[in-house]
C-alpha cells in the first residue's frame, strides 16, 4: 500500500517537473491564443438584438348578455384553446406573409450576396423569376434573425438580430405592429362575412313580410268589404286597429335599432352595464303605463279608433311617458354623478326607450287582441277562415325569421365595434422594443474562455510532443537501465544568468513580441470602441 502511494507521489512530482520544465511552451500559447481570438473579435461584424413582448389576452369587454346574441359560440377561450393559439402564434409571426409587410414597410434592401446567388439559382431554375427568388431567399434570412418565445401563458417575447441596433429595434417593433394588425384585421374579416350575410338575408324576408302581410291585408278588406257593408263603422274601425299595429310594430322597430345603437356607444366609450335603480315613483308609473293601454282592448270592440274614449286612454299613455322620461333623466343624473352630461343622457336614454319598448310591444299585443274580437263580430266562411289562418301562419313564420336575422345582423355589429374597441386591450405590447446599447455577438468574454481552453490544449498538446520527440536521458536510473552499467558519478549543470539556451531562447524572445504586439492591438481597439 505504501510501495504504492509512494510510486504515484513520484509519478505526480514528474509530471509536475515536466510542466515546469516546459512552462514557456504551455503559458505562451494560452496567451497568443486568447490574444489572438480578441484581436480577431475585433474583426467580426457585431449584431445587436432587440425584444418586445405583446400581452395575448382574452375578450371580457362585452357583457355575457351580449356575447349571447354575438355569431359564433363567444369570445372566451378555455386553457386547451389558449395553449393552442399560443402554439401557433409562432407559426403566424415567423409566416413569409408576414416577413413580407416587414420588408416593406421598413424598406430593407437586396443584399449584393442575394443578388449573386439569385443569379446562381436562376440557371438552376430558370422557370423561376429573379425576383421571386430574391424574395425567398430575403425572407428565409431573415427568418433566421427572428425568434418567438413564450413568457407564461398568455405573453409572447418577438425578438430581432441586426447589425444595427436602430434596425433591430425596428424590426422587432415593426413585426410586433404587424401581427397585432393582421390578427385583427382577421377578426373582422369573420364578422364583415357575417354581417354581410345577415343583412343580404335580412332584405329578402323583409321583402317575404311586406308581401305575406300586404296579401293579409288585401284578403282582409276584401271580406269586409263583402261582409260587412251593412255596417261600415266595424270595417273603418278594423282598418284603423290595422294601422294602428303597422305603426306600432315600425315603432317597435326603430326602439330597437336606437337601443342597440345607444349599448353600442356606450360599449365604445367603455360603460358596459349600463343600469338605473328604480325609484318607487319610477316603478309605479312603469305599472301604471302597461297596465293602463289594456283598456283599448274592451274599448276598441264598441268604439272607433277616434273615439273620446279611446282618445283619451292614448293621451294618458303619452303623459305617462313623459312623466316617465322625466323621472329616468332625473335618476341619472344622481345615480351617476361622476360621467359626463352626455354619458348620462344616453344612459338615460337607454332605459327610457327600453321602457317605452316594453310599453310598445303590449300595446301591439293589445291591439292585435282587439283585432281579434272585432274580427268575431264578422262572420266568416269556414273556407275563407283557412285561407286568411293560412296568410296569418306566413306572416307569422316571415316575421320569426326577419327578427332573427335582424338580431344576428345587430349582434354582428356589436362583435365589430366591439372587436375593434378591445384591439388596445387583446394586443397590448407591454414592453416596447428598445434600441440595444450592447451587441449580443460577439461575446469577448466567452471567446476569450474559448480562447484559453484552445491555448492551454495546444501548449499541453506541444509539451506532449516535446517529450514525445526528446530522445535524452533525464535521470541515472535511465541510464544504468539503458547501459546495463552502473553509475559512478554525476556532474551537475551549470546555470549562470546569460546562459545562451539556444532556439529556445529566440522563440521565447519572438512569442514575447508577437503577446505584447497583440495585448497592444486589443488595447487600442478596446479604447476605440
Known amino acids: 500500500m505504501n510501495s504504492k502511494n509512494n510510486s504515484q507521489s513520484i509519478d505526480l512530482r514528474e509530471y509536475a517537473n515536466i510542466l515546469m520544465k516546459r512552462k514557456t511552451l504551455l503559458i505562451f500559447p494560452l496567451i497568443i491564443t486568447v490574444l489572438t481570438v480578441m484581436a480577431a473579435s475585433y474583426f467580426i461584424s457585431p449584431v445587436y438584438q432587440s425584444s418586445t413582448t405583446i400581452l395575448v389576452a382574452e375578450s371580457s369587454l362585452l357583457a355575457p348578455a351580449f356575447e349571447r346574441i354575438m355569431p ?6 378555455n386553457r386547451d384553446q389558449r395553449n393552442e393559439r399560443l402554439n401557433t402564434i409562432r407559426n403566424q409571426i415567423m409566416s413569409s406573409s408576414h416577413l413580407s409587410i416587414l420588408i416593406r414597410r421598413l424598406n430593407i434592401p437586396i443584399s449584393d450576396n442575394i443578388k449573386e446567388t439569385v443569379t446562381n439559382l436562376h440557371r438552376q431554375f430558370p422557370e423561376i423569376s429573379e425576383l421571386e427568388l430574391a424574395q425567398k431567399i430575403q425572407i428565409e434570412q431573415i427568418r433566421e434573425r427572428i425568434s418567438v418565445g413564450f413568457k407564461g401563458s398568455n405573453l409572447v ?32 374579416v369573420g364578422v364583415k362575412g357575417a354581417m354581410d350575410f345577415a343583412d343580404e338575408m335580412l332584405a329578402v324576408y323583409k321583402e317575404r313580410l311586406d308581401q305575406s302581410e300586404t296579401a293579409l291585408r288585401r284578403f282582409e278588406q276584401s271580406q269586409l268589404k263583402r261582409n260587412v257593408e251593412q255596417d261600415t263603422s266595424i270595417a273603418r274601425n278594423l282598418s284603423e286597429i290595422k294601422s294602428a ?9 326603430t326602439l330597437e335599432k336606437s337601443i342597440d345603437e345607444i349599448r353600442t356607444e356606450l360599449v365604445k366609450g367603455g360603460i358596459r352595464s349600463p343600469q338605473i335603480d328604480y325609484s318607487r315613483d319610477l316603478t309605479d308609473k312603469k305599472f301604471e303605463l302597461l297596465n293602463g293601454i289594456g283598456e283599448l282592448t274592451d274599448l276598441l270592440a264598441k268604439y272607433s279608433w277616434r273615439d273620446a274614449k279611446v282618445v283619451n286612454v292614448n293621451q294618458l299613455a303619452r303623459q305617462r311617458l313623459e312623466s316617465i322620461e322625466a323621472e329616468v333623466n332625473n335618476l341619472s343624473i344622481q345615480q351617476y354623478p361622476n360621467l359626463s352630461t352626455y354619458q348620462r343622457q344616453k344612459i338615460a336614454d337607454l332605459e327610457y326607450q327600453t321602457i317605452r319598448l316594453s310599453f310598445m310591444r303590449e300595446k301591439l299585443t293589445v291591439l292585435n287582441s282587439a283585432v281579434d274580437e272585432v274580427k268575431d263580430i264578422v262572420a266568416m266562411d269556414p273556407a275563407l277562415r283557412q285561407r286568411h289562418n293560412q296568410l296569418q301562419r306566413e306572416v307569422t313564420e316571415n316575421r320569426r325569421v326577419y327578427e332573427l336575422f335582424s338580431e344576428q345582423l345587430t349582434g354582428s355589429q356589436i362583435n365589430q365595434a366591439a372587436t375593434r374597441a378591445e384591439a388596445e386591450t387583446k394586443f397590448k405590447i407591454i414592453e416596447p422594443a428598445a434600441i440595444p446599447t450592447a451587441p449580443i455577438r460577439p461575446n469577448r468574454v466567452k471567446l476569450a474562455g474559448i480562447g484559453a481552453v484552445l491555448g492551454f490544449a495546444l501548449g499541453l498538446g506541444g509539451i506532449l510532443l516535446v517529450e514525445f520527440m526528446d530522445n535524452s536521458f533525464h535521470k541515472v536510473e535511465e541510464v544504468e537501465s539503458y547501459l546495463g552499467l552502473r553509475v559512478i558519478g554525476t556532474i551537475p549543470r551549470m546555470e549562470t544568468p546569460f546562459a545562451y539556451k ?25 479604447r476605440q470602441s
Open 72 to 77: 359564433g359560440e363567444g369570445n372566451r377561450m
Open 502 to 526: 539556444g532556439s529556445g531562447r529566440v522563440w521565447v524572445f519572438a512569442g514575447t513580441a508577437v503577446s505584447l504586439l497583440l495585448l497592444a492591438f486589443v488595447i487600442f481597439m478596446s
Open 245 to 253: 299595429i303597422d305603426a306600432t310594430d315600425l315603432e317597435i322597430r
Open 157 to 188: 417575447q418577438i425578438s430581432a438580430e441586426a447589425e444595427s441596433p436602430v434596425m433591430a429595434a425596428d424590426m422587432a417593433k415593426t413585426l410586433a405592429q404587424i401581427y397585432i394588425d393582421e390578427s385583427l384585421a382577421s377578426e373582422l
